[in-house]
């Protein structure tokens, strides 16, 4: 049985809570960390594994910086949570602001409620899940990684993409540039299915899938020797 | 018809701009190289101004033995651990990838041996620049390629980077012949691409949210190292003002004769302001919030010599930043492997090929056999020694003012040789008391 160190934001500083919920993770406890208020920076960069929850919403860069950290907020996020994690998971229960899993390298982002604008952005790996809907551009410039919007997504969705794929169970509003849309296989269906179920989000009827048309990837440019001549 | 009646050509359309044209016809996109910008047109510069060292009103101290100081501290206002220098003079950010491996860990050694800090770049920290840097500055670009938070916590400062001065508003630039499977594989892109990196940073727009995306840092890295923020020089005024009321610790501010490996020519000819005017803009900014002295200021774009770093100083900087310079002292455009320039279509001396990645000295390339033209530890000792040559100039023009710390420079060194430079800067003209546009 997990221990699990409480943590009372009330009063505290977000260093001061920070500090605390890192040395308890040190120390193999879990924590759950109450009255967090939708303060900025709670729980960034947790470097260990183990298991943190907020109950209550977080601010901006919730989770921020993560790497290898089980984190769970009941209540929503600000801008840019998870944004840069490498491993690990990080769970919204309610919804996010704009930015989410900004450039993630890896691990997993969930929300279950709805995203604000840029979700996913120049994600680099790792998954967001989100179960509502995603605003404006999302998945922008996103170069590799998976992310999954199982509500409606907003204009201009997965615009310059490298190599991310973006799966939509509801309405697009409008492509990005370079975007490309079909319909996802039978066996992205039954991976995606088991993903779904495994966080408890209710199951689309259909996926959409979004990858790059890689028609943005280089210059248009005739040949190699008219290139480096062109200086 | 007069046949010795000289030929007369379009002081407008001239031969560079036709040939532009018709390559433009030819291409359909613009012209994209490295280096910097290539004005035909002088841009005002720090050549502009001129020193008054000490004859009776002041004293001088003996030029080349008596104490003076070039120790340098960055990052006093919140860092729990300033960044302190041996000298005043640091190598800025460029990437892993348009440079090579051996310029990277050439350009640690180098600072290291002198004293002093290397950048990351917009490709993330390479581990071997951080094993041979004595201090190292990681950056936190728009692109965040190869971001990692451990990096992060290993570096000596962070710098915040919003742009910089050869293409402000503009995202990096790295050309698919240098985007190797290594430099892929670091940056997550699929090999071969023509990358461009983005201009806005993927979780902050303004500066409401910089003030908290700053807090950010200092919790991953424990408050202990400075955030720098670094721009390109545009409305530098407002925009250092903003930065440091968002916490920087140390601001950065990029003029636009700052080098690139690859951007858009008129972007390096054409967009923001030269690094005279952009330094004394920076100090009244500081000035006007209370935090001169308080928040340091470093200056780069353009700087050459330790006496571009002396005047620099004088002006307001508390530190320059250099990388062509430090580039030129690795090898860049020295005559060796000239029919390799010939190949490029270009000669040592007039060398932009950055973007090729076909550097003919290993500089600015991928290519392992080019690359193999740079022998890390001569190309280290050139520019350890090039770095403590700009320290002991800086130092010399100092002791000639009469000052026994390079920091204690100030404008009343200095006077304008024209009168451009003194509206811009405020310094008054030589031979006279005047200030264009003050009584």
Not at chain 1, 121 to 139: N, V
Request: net charge neutral; aromatic share 4%; with cysteine.
């Amino acid at each position: 049985m997990d221990r699990v160190h409480r943590i009372d934001c009330a009063g505290r500083t977000v260093r001061e809570i920070n500090i605390e919920i890192r040395s308890e993770l040190a120390r193999g406890s879990s924590v759950a960390v109450a009255n967090s208020g939708a303060r900025h920076n709670l729980g960034v960069a947790l470097l260990t594994s183990g298991r943190v929850t907020f109950d209550g919403s977080v601010g901006y860069y919730g989770a921020g910086m993560s790497d290898g950290a089980t984190i769970v907020i009941h209540g929503s996020a600000g801008w840019g949570v998870a944004e840069g994690m490498l491993s690990g998971s990080v769970s919204v229960e309610g919804n996010a602001g704009n930015g989410a899993a900004a450039s993630i390298r890896g691990g997993t982002v969930v929300v279950k409620g709805d995203c604000g604008a840029r979700a996913g952005i120049s994600m680099k790996g790792g998954l967001l899940l989100i179960g509502g809907d995603a605003g404006y551009m999302a998945s922008f410039m996103m170069q590799k990684g998976v992310v999954v919007i199982l509500g409606n997504a907003g204009d201009a969705l997965a615009d310059s993409m490298y190599e991310g794929v973006v799966y939509v169970g509801g309405e697009i509003a409008s492509l990005g540039n370079d975007a490309v849309v079909s319909d996802a296989s039978p066996d992205d269906m039954n991976t995606l299915s088991g993903l779904i179920r495994q966080h408890g989000l209710k199951q689309p009827r259909r996926l959409r899938k979004v990858v790059s048309g890689r028609k943005l990837w280089n210059f248009d440019h005739a040949e190699l020797e008219t290139w480096r001549a062109a200086l | 018809m007069n046949e010795n009646r000289p030929l007369r050509q379009s002081p407008i359309y001239t031969p560079d701009v036709i040939e532009e044209i018709q390559e433009k016809a030819a291409l359909g996109r613009y012209r994209i190289r490295g280096f910097g910008t290539l004005r035909s047109k002088p841009l005002p510069s720090l050549d502009d101004l001129t020193f008054l060292p000490a004859t009776l009103t002041r004293i001088p101290l003996e030029g080349y033995r008596e104490k003076c100081e070039t120790k340098t501290v960055l990052g006093t206002r919140v860092a729990g651990q300033p960044l302190e220098l041996d000298i005043p003079i640091m190598i800025t950010g460029m990437s892993f990838g348009a440079l090579s491996l051996n310029a990277k860990i050439a350009l640690a050694k180098g600072a290291a041996a002198a004293g002093t800090s290397t950048t990351s770049g917009d490709g993330g920290m390479l581990p071997e620049e951080r094993q041979y840097s004595k201090k190292m500055v990681v950056e936190v670009l728009p692109s965040r390629y190869g971001a990692n938070v451990h990096h992060m916590r290993q570096a000596d400062a962070i710098e915040l980077t919003i742009g910089q001065g050869a293409k402000p508003g503009t995202g990096g630039l790295l050309l698919g012949s240098k985007i190797s499977s290594e430099i892929a594989a670091i940056r997550d892109l699929p090999p071969g691409v023509d990358q461009r990196s983005p201009a806005r940073h993927p979780d902050f727009l303004g500066p409401d949210d910089m003030i908290i995306k700053i807090e950010e840092l200092r919790e991953a890295t424990d408050w202990k190292v400075p955030i720098f923020v670094k721009m390109g020089a545009t409305r530098v005024f407002d925009d250092v003002k903003l930065a440091a009321k968002c916490g920087a610790d140390v601001v950065v501010v990029d003029g636009m004769e700052g080098g690139t490996a690859a951007s858009p020519e008129i972007l390096q000819d054409h967009t923001g302001i030269p690094t005279l005017a952009a330094i004394p803009e920076a100090r009244r900014a500081l000035e006007d919030l209370g935090l001169y002295g308080k928040v340091q200021l470093i200056a780069a774009g353009g700087i050459r010599s330790g006496v571009d770093v002396a005047k620099a100083m004088a002006l307001g900087a508390d530190a320059c930043y250099i990388g062509t310079a430090a580039l030129i002292a690795l090898n860049c455009n020295r005559p060796l492997f000239v029919d390799d320039y010939a190949r490029l279509g270009t000669r040592p001396g007039a060398c932009h090929h950055c973007h090729t990645g076909r550097c003919p000295v290993g500089i600015t390339t991928q290519d392992p056999q080019l690359m193999a033209r740079l022998p890390v530890d001569e190309a280290a000792q050139r520019v350890s020694n090039f770095l403590i040559a700009m320290a002991l100039e800086v130092q010399m023009i100092a002791r000639s003012c009469g000052k026994s710390n390079v920091h204690d420079l100030d404008p009343d060194d200095l006077r304008a040789l024209t009168m451009e430079a003194a509206a811009i800067t405020r310094i008054p003209l030589v031979g006279t008391n005047w200030v264009p546009g003050q009584p």
